[in-house]
């Protein structure tokens, strides 16, 4: 259990209390940390590799699950990219509009 260390004067400082802090990535430093969709969804099954084998410390946990958000978030926005740049290279073409995926129904028999 992490028990933060009281000041000289014996009060809590916040400023010592730094136990996430070393391990997860400030919001400007993901913004500025572009991958591409292969690098990222690599990242990705690392680190749910990693978390699924459970020998992580409760906040090593935390920062590589935030990391898996972001890494999430940016591969369902490369996806999504790539999905509008199809359609609109396939209107250009023109190409019938993109259809949804409707799997076949299972046959009995």
Known sequence: MFLPAPCANGAFDPAEAHVYRSHMPTPKAAKQETQDFETAMRDLEELVERLEHGDLPLEESLAAFERGVMLTR????????????????????????????????????
């Open 74 to 109: 940016a591969c369902q926005s490369a996806l999504k990219e790539a999905e509008q740049k199809v359609e609109i290279l396939l209107k250009k073409a023109g190409e019938p509009a993109v259809e949804d995926f409707m799997p076949d129904e299972p046959k009995n028999g």
